[in-house]
């Protein structure tokens, strides 16, 4: 088995850890929530949000649908973070499409629909890459929050979105063909028949700087790359085969080294669970609201023992799905968690603070 970076980095960050300790004695009881969940949570449900960018089935390179996709994909994930505001529901961004309100992170694919349906390229990396095609003033137009009484917040860091969209889109259209689809068949051609979902993430990490989420923790650099897995992820989901006796077009080995991604809502959950336990001093920082800065100690160890635990869970898991388990998946674990988080919120059920970091990696 291949050295899983990520992993590794979560157990160095949760030996001795101060600010948070991992209770193994809550696993049991979620794991068998979990495995009922996935007797009908397949990578299928990602087709069925209606604010994705579905490929034709089945598969095919070629088709235009399927680089669109790939473009959409790369284009979500390098702007997939900090959402979070303090503004409440009625000011916190958010934007309509289809008669509905979208906020969080829906609020960032309701931008993309809008956009697309209104037939402007916003997710091609040859548009949104130039300056000249795209300027930083449509970009904000873009992004501009829905109108209702009271004034909405706009999206937090569109500086460094903007940032983001230049870098990446520079480095596609310079190298790549303009498009994630080159990205993908330049990982084939390194890899061959032998290429895997980790190979990848390393590759986005390694290309692009702005999905380098790696942090120098007592006296090591730890890889949370939470971006780059999620961009794997879905990628993943998204081309998953509708008929399971094919193998997976982009994927044949899977995503199973792959971890949870280290976001702000999961960890919120596991903490709900009582399967992440605070310190008092943390405990104290996330009900008081309190911002922790990127980088600091408490941070990577929410987020290391964020991976560490789903890994633990998802043992638990496959071991009470015996033979149904070769699905099972920190990411589908992790998938799953998200939606559950989702829900809880909805339903306005109360949980724990989540960490207020105001970071670009998640
Ligand atoms: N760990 C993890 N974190 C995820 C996602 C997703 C969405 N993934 C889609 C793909 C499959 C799923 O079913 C979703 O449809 C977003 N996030 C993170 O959440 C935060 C936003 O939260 P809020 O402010 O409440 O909207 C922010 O850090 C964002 O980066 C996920 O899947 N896993």
């Not at 409440?88 to 694919?109: E, I, K």
């Not at 794997?232 to 199973?256: K, N, Q």
Request: some cysteine; charged content about 25%.
């Amino acid at each position: 088995m291949a050295i899983i970076p990520v992993l590794e980095s979560a157990q160095f960050i949760c030996k001795d850890n101060p600010h948070i300790t991992i209770n193994e004695q809550a696993i049991p009881a979620i794991a068998r929530e979990l495995s009922e969940t996935l007797k009908t949570y397949t990578p299928h449900v990602w087709r069925e949000q209606s604010l994705h960018n579905i490929p034709v089935v089945p598969y095919d390179p070629y088709h235009r649908s399927t680089w669109e996709t790939l473009d959409w994909l790369f284009f979500i994930s390098t702007l997939n973070f900090s959402f979070w505001s303090d503004a409440g529901s009625v000011r916190r961004f958010a934007v309509d499409w289809n008669g509905q309100t979208w906020d969080g992170y829906y609020s960032l694919l309701a931008v993309v629909k809008r956009a697309l349906e209104a037939g402007v390229p916003i997710t091609s990396p040859s548009f949104y890459g130039d300056p000249a095609k795209c300027s930083d003033k449509q970009l904000r137009k873009f992004f501009a929050p829905c109108d209702d009484k009271l004034p909405r917040e706009n999206l937090p860091l569109m500086n460094q979105r903007i940032k983001f969209l230049r870098e990446v889109g520079g480095i596609l259209n310079q190298h790549y063909g303009g498009s994630f689809a080159g990205f993908l068949n330049e990982w084939g051609e390194k890899y061959g028949s032998l290429r895997s979902a980790l190979q990848l993430v390393q590759m986005v990490a390694d290309t692009f700087p702005c999905y380098r989420d790696q942090w120098p923790y007592k006296g090591q650099v730890v890889k949370l790359w939470k971006r780059a897995q999620i961009l794997v992820a879905e990628t993943w989901a998204a081309f998953h085969p509708t008929d399971p006796s094919l193998p997976h077009p982009i994927f044949p080995h899977g995503i199973r080294e792959l971890t949870m991604f280290a976001d702000y809502r999961v960890p919120q959950l596991l903490m709900h669970y009582d399967l992440l336990i605070p310190s008092p001093s943390l405990s104290l920082k996330l009900s008081t609201k309190a911002d922790i800065s990127p980088g600091a100690e408490e941070e990577i160890a929410i987020r290391g023992a964020s991976v560490l635990s789903v890994n633990l869970l998802r043992q638990e898991v496959q071991r009470l799905r015996g033979k149904e388990s070769d699905d099972t998946s920190d990411v589908m674990l992790d998938f799953c968690l998200w939606d559950e988080a989702k829900r809880l919120e909805r339903m306005g059920v109360e949980m724990p603070e989540a960490m207020r970091v105001r970071g670009v990696f998640y």
